[in-house]
């Protein structure tokens, strides 16, 4: 049969073989009995003359000019980020790299599996796990994901924790994904302790989502010792300045990498980052891109263990959800070889520094911030949050209201001492753009550059058992260089 054949559906005989076979006389005898006639439309639908392209995308920008557009400082896991140029023109506008599908053909696939790799590299210097997947849908489905892995690997538990300061949106996919497996699921702060047995792990915030930054090494400990794993779900940037999750024992490692050169898009899609220890790497969902050889014995990158995917084990793949956002991972990828690790590490300081401004800021004014451990975002209680709000977005700014008393600003890339100045003075503040850190960060959470190589947490003691590196400042992140540990 030529391709055409192949891809214009059957012909006239061969639907009267098929409806032979089926047992009717007529396609409109088969609908009839395949739909039922309370949900079958009784009425043509009533749409309006097609318009020609010209016309349509008109009409589409009218559509458009309806957006409100604020400057975003609402977080929640979403923030604000500047997409380079090059990246925004040579890949989110190409066709061959936007149109691209799953590279299942890798001789046709070198340039996209050459990105990915390097994206599971850069995620495995940022979170200290010696494997990391191509990426995953979002944060909210990666959560419950890490969820159903940890089920699998603790067979006897039946239970699942999930720390209360994790964004609402996670909270409610892995909730309901974690009942639809029978898991029963508690949600708790884990900075009370953790209780109970029979569990197969927890998922751990880090940061919280009022920007709340808490040390997640005891929970972690106290998981290990019931025979539970521990799941932290973390900012990738913020891993430039605090200790990576697996050098303090983390199993699994999760988050979402839109803050790396991808555009907010009106809330998605975003894709997510998921990395794991040696002994879960069978479990882990999604793709993994490794290092082979061609037909010439010449290094060619290839999907590695697809025995764990969906198109070879069906239902038992360990993740049946398809979309993996590999675009989106690629253009964070990009971004992180475009700055390079000590330009991530300035537009770290760079955000934090901004949001340290607008603590003191509001602080000095006598405020109350939730916490003064914090990352990027800060949480101002006890102002009337619909007011602040409301003052906000006429002046332009997007913040987020939690309840009647609290507002949350988190600082993403493209914020300014301008925006600092502004939303300070919604709060009855001035800031200052010299203004001191309101926090000095606890001694766990110091940069990784504070770090002495010889002492470096994540480094084997062993030279002939590599490991890998600790953070951003360890890492060789150049394009063509970058080595990956999922062979």
Known sequence: MDFISR??????????????????DSVDALVDAALPASIRATEALNLPEALSEDDAQAKLREYASQNVVLKSFYGQG????????????GLLEDAGWYTAYTPYQP????GRLEALLNFQTMIE???????????????ASATAEAVGLMARAVKKGRRVLLDSRLHPQVLTVAAERARAIELEVEIADVRDGIVGEDLVGAVLAYTGTEGDIVDPH??????????????VVADPLSLLLLEAPGSMGADVVLGSSQRFGVPLFFGGPHAAFMSVTDKLKRQLPGRIVGVSKDAAGRPAYRLALQTREQHIRRERATSNICTAQALLANVASMYAVYHGPKGLKEIAQRVHDRASAFAAAVTGAGKEIVSRDFFDTVTVTGVDAAAVKAQLQEQGYLVRAIGSDK??????ESATNEDVNTLAAAFGAEASTNSEPATSAPSRFRPPSSVPRSRCSTRSSTPSTPRPRCCATCAPWRIRTWRSTAR
């Open 125 to 139: 210097s940022l979170t200290g796990l010696p494997i990391a997947n191509a990426s995953l849908l979002d944060e």
């Open 218 to 231: 005891a929970a972690i400990e106290e998981l290990h010792t019931r025979g539970a794993l521990a799941a």
């Open 407 to 412: 507002v949350s600003v988190s600082f993403g």
């Open 78 to 89: 979403y923030s604000d980020t500047l997409t380079p140029a090059v990246i925004r023109r």
């Open 107 to 110: 001789e046709i696939s070198q």
């Open 7 to 24: 891809h214009l559906g059957p012909d006239a005989a061969e639907r009267e073989t098929m409806l032979k076979a089926l047992g009717y």
